[in-house]
C-alpha cells in the first residue's frame, strides 16, 4: 500500500513563513504528480500547487510569487516553501499524489497539517 505522510503546519504571524513536507512511501513504481491542496475553514478544498511530470508547476492565483513547491524525486518528497503568509491562507493543507504502484494508477492523501495565520 502508499502512505503519504506531512509535516511541518503550526501557527505563524501575518508575514512569517512555514515550509510543509510530504514523504511518500510503500510500494512504488512511479510518482507521476505531488502537490498540495488546502480546505479553509467552512470552504471547499481547493488547489494549491501541483508539480507533474513533463508539464509545468501550476500554482492557484491567490499564493503565486508568495509559495514555492519542489520535490525531491529520489526521496519521493514535495515541500511547499510558504512565505508573507496572510490569515486568509489559514486552512488544512493536504499533500496529493498520483502514483504507479503494480499494476494500477490512483490518487493519494495525506492526512492534513494545520496552518494558521493569526497575530
Known amino acids: 500500500q502508499v502512505q503519504l505522510v506531512e509535516s511541518g503546519g503550526g501557527l505563524v504571524q501575518p508575514g512569517g513563513s512555514l515550509r510543509l513536507s510530504c514523504v511518500a512511501s510503500g510500494s512504488i513504481a512511479a510518482i507521476y504528480g505531488m502537490g498540495w491542496y488546502r480546505q479553509p475553514p467552512g470552504k471547499p478544498r481547493e488547489l494549491v500547487a501541483m508539480?507533474?511530470?513533463?508539464?509545468?508547476?501550476n500554482y492557484a492565483d491567490s499564493v503565486r510569487g508568495r509559495f514555492t513547491i519542489s520535490r525531491d524525486n529520489a526521496k519521493n518528497l514535495v515541500s511547499l516553501q510558504m512565505n508573507s503568509l496572510q490569515p486568509e491562507d489559514t486552512a488544512v493543507y493536504y499533500c496529493?499524489?498520483?502514483?504507479?504502484?503494480?499494476?494500477?494508477?490512483?490518487?493519494?492523501w495525506g492526512q492534513g497539517t494545520q496552518v494558521t495565520v493569526s497575530s
Open positions: 496529493n499524489a498520483d502514483i504507479q504502484y503494480g499494476n494500477s494508477r490512483a490518487g493519494f
Open positions: 508539480s507533474r511530470v513533463g508539464t509545468s508547476t
